[in-house]
């Protein structure tokens, strides 16, 4: 059998998705990366060929080694907000088509066999980033990712591969190249993980290299796969194209057609909100033009020939893919979009996450085929709200964690914004010297800071206080959370991970002794309830009653870094929901109490080491019945301080009674905000609604006196 090698060889591709390897000062710089990276097969390389990919493969080895000795120094600084708020690069559709067709023309020039590409605005990445291999779909142009670009660049050494128009290389010989690629990168770096994105047919070569390699350390994210070709209604087009003249570009273009999914649907999802009216419809009649002139472009990058040869290339993936799922052990991200017109792919993508015992699924019911190119698809969030994102073997909440950009953060908040209009939540927090004022201004601005706390109902405070902190404070809260938020459960019967991506890429993360040391460590501001899920789905009437354990552990490492802790209350649960039934309804009913036995024994138990109700909650849903929504009310305690108590606080018995000290705050402040609720004349949302509607709705809502 024939072996396969992977080379770097230095030929013009075209400027715009090249760089340059030798930068201005002439010193060679590690992947500020490749002219072009070329991947031949063993017996299209010559004999020098194979010399220079040695030396280069020698070469980046070397940098890379230099790189992960300052892997564990960068990861350690504290990740600010502002960091990383940089948004896309801007590329729409139209861009897609007009730089397809230049890479098509400049690589049909030389007739080369496929070869990996480093996109130009991918830009610099930080030198611990993990490799990110792009796999095309059908196309093959290697584009798939361009409106990804920015923001991939940012946090992954990017690498697409580019298939030429005239090249026939088999399933079989593309996944042997990969592989080598793969394999050549992980020997280079054996700790990082190395990602493969792939879209419908660049999907089954992820799978196929992932089968073959199951020691190696692989990340899939894939699109749309083509595993359901046989299903699917590309198939039954191969004898109606053998059939079909080379004239007939009126039936082509047809089929051709379809490759776009809904492409009037993609030209209006890019009329971005906020934007002026003449630059909107400056790119709106862009996109429309592209819409009409697409058909030619992909005539030229699928013609007769090179599209029949996919259609087969898809035959021959599908089924490769489909005799090896159960090899396949890599951490798996399937993207399903509801209105793909090539493959049934929402069906395919359930069936594959059943199939993979490592994978998740992300449903998008309003997207067609070519999933990446449509607007309000972020690769970057999608990976960082599945929590796929990883520098190492294993994935750190802490190190690893880019804040939310403010795209993120305005897309998530939009969502809740309604609670915050219905709800007008107070916010009260103490000063210093102990005065009570409105606002956030009591809160330091400089962590270590631990926010301490009861668990409202359902967790409903946590939607407005959560962004209410970014906006008027820049301050991101940390929130320790149930580990069933980030465990999928696939055949438990609790909902999927999709819901709670929101969460996790505002920072939340599983609570356990060890991410609450790294988060006080980084000088983060943590959000931390004792009581937890206990609290959370509590009983009837047991509304503001604290289920704290008896441990005071996170008292003794708060102290090992000097953190302030903020003791807090907030109150309105009781304004917003009303319990039907609760677990000791449900236990009463015999398939539901063998549900909730079921779902307790699978998932995650967080105190391990505590005995009764709060060690051993069950896992369960609760019925409520909504009520007309009151208000909010939340008031953050006078600041405890533990820097210089260090030694003094590693003393089990002192570092208790500071546990019962904050303990008993947290109920003052509900106690607090229960009497108080009762003077506020805006408590009822009638009253707030006529003073919002004569004084906008975006006015602060005036409260009791304080």
């Known amino acids: ?73 960068e990861t350690k600084r504290r990740v600010s907000v502002d960091e990383y708020c940089s948004e896309g690069n801007g590329k729409r559709l139209k861009d897609y088509f007009d730089e397809a067709g230049r890479v098509i023309r400049s690589s049909s020039s030389d007739g080369g066999p496929p070869r990996w590409f480093s996109p130009l605005e991918c830009g610099p990445h930080s030198p611990h980033s993990p490799l990110l291999l792009f796999l095309p779909g059908i196309d093959g142009v290697g584009l798939g990712l361009i409106r990804h670009h920015q923001r991939l660049g940012k946090i992954f050494d990017v690498w697409s591969l580019h298939i030429p128009v005239k090249d026939r290389t088999s399933f079989t010989g593309l996944v042997k190249l990969i592989e080598t690629t793969v394999r050549s990168e992980n020997c280079s770096s054996p700790k990082r993980p190395i990602y493969l994105v792939g879209e419908s047919l660049g999907a089954c070569l992820a799978l196929a290299v992932a089968s073959r390699n199951p020691r190696i350390d692989l990340v899939l994210v894939l699109s749309n796969p083509a595993t359901s070709f046989s299903r699917s209604a590309l198939q039954s087009t191969i004898p109606l194209l053998e059939l079909m003249p080379s004239q007939s570009t009126l039936t082509l273009s047809s089929i051709l057609s379809l490759m776009t999914g809904n492409p009037l649907k993609m030209v209006m999802d890019n009329v971005v909100k906020g934007l002026s009216p003449q630059p909107t419809i400056e790119q709106l009649s862009q996109d429309l033009v592209a819409v009409s002139s ?28 489909n005799a090896r799922l159960h090899a396949v052990k890599a951490q798996t991200l399937v993207l399903s979009s509801g209105k793909d017109q090539l493959l049934p792919s929402q069906e395919e993508g359930q069936r594959l996450t059943s199939a993979l015992p490592k994978s998740q699924l992300r449903s998008f019911e309003d997207h067609g085929h070519f999933l990446f190119l449509e607007d309000g698809v972020d690769l970057v969030t999608i990976i960082k709200g599945a929590s ?50 409105r606002g956030l201004s009591g809160i330091p601005s400089e962590g270590p800071v631990l926010l301490v706390g009861y668990h409202n109902l359902m967790g409903f405070e946590v939607y407005t206080m959560v962004p209410q902190f970014l906006i008027e404070r820049k301050i991101l809260l940390r929130g320790l959370t149930h580990p069933i938020l980030f465990v999928d459960s696939k055949d438990g ?34 959000l931390l309830y004792p009581g937890g899920m206990r609290e959370a789905m509590h009983r009837k009437g047991e509304e503001y009653k604290l289920f704290w354990p008896e441990t005071s552990e996170f008292v003794r490492t708060a102290a090992t870094f000097g953190a302030t802790i903020i003791p807090f209350g907030t109150v309105g649960e009781d304004d917003v929901a009303q319990i039907v039934l609760d677990v000791d309804d449900q236990m009463k009913i015999p398939f539901m109490k063998s549900q909730i036995e079921e779902w307790t024994k699978q998932y995650i138990k967080v105190r391990t080491g505590t005995e009764g109700e709060v060690g051993n909650q069950p896992i369960h849903f609760l019925f409520y019945l909504p009520k007309v929504p009151g208000r909010f009310y939340y008031y953050f305690g006078k600041p405890i301080e533990t820097k ?24 003052n402040c509900l106690a607090y905000l229960k009497e108080k609720r009762e003077n506020d004349p805006y408590r009822n949302i009638l009253a707030r609604l006529i003073y919002q509607a004569t004084h906008g709705f975006t006015s602060q809502v005036p409260t009791f006196e304080l």
């Open 388 to 437: 796929y994102y990883r520098r190492g073997r294993s994935l750190d909440y802490i190190s690893d964690f880019m804040p939310p950009t403010a795209t993120e953060f305005n897309e998530l908040n939009e969502e809740n914004r309604w609670m915050s209009v219905l709800m007008s939540p107070v916010m009260l927090s103490t000063l210093e010297d102990g005065k009570i004022v």
């Open 644 to 667: 210089g108590r260090k030694q003094e606080l590693r003393d089990k018995k002192k570092a208790h009674e500071l546990y019962l000290e904050i303990k008993s705050e947290v109920e």
């Open 493 to 526: 019967g609790l909902p999927d991970l999709g819901p709670y991506d929101k969460f996790r890429i505002m920072g939340a993360v599983p609570v356990s002794a060890v991410n609450f040391y790294k988060l006080m460590s980084s000088k983060s501001h943590a």
């Open 1 to 73: 059998m024939a072996t396969v090698g992977a080379h770097i060889i230095s030929a013009d591709l075209s400027p715009a998705y090249c760089r340059d390897t030798t930068p201005s000062s002439g010193k060679s710089k590690r992947n500020q990366i490749l002219k072009r990276r070329l991947a031949v097969s063993n017996e299209q390389a010559q004999a020098s060929t194979a010399s220079r990919s040695t030396a280069a493969t020698t070469k980046t080895a070397s940098t890379r080694s230099f790189a992960h000795n300052e892997l564990e120094a």
């Open 294 to 321: 697409y058909v030619p472009v992909l005539a030229d990058i699928l013609p007769k020939g090179t599209l029949l040869w996919k259609l087969e290339l898809l035959k021959a993936a599908s089924a490769y893919a």
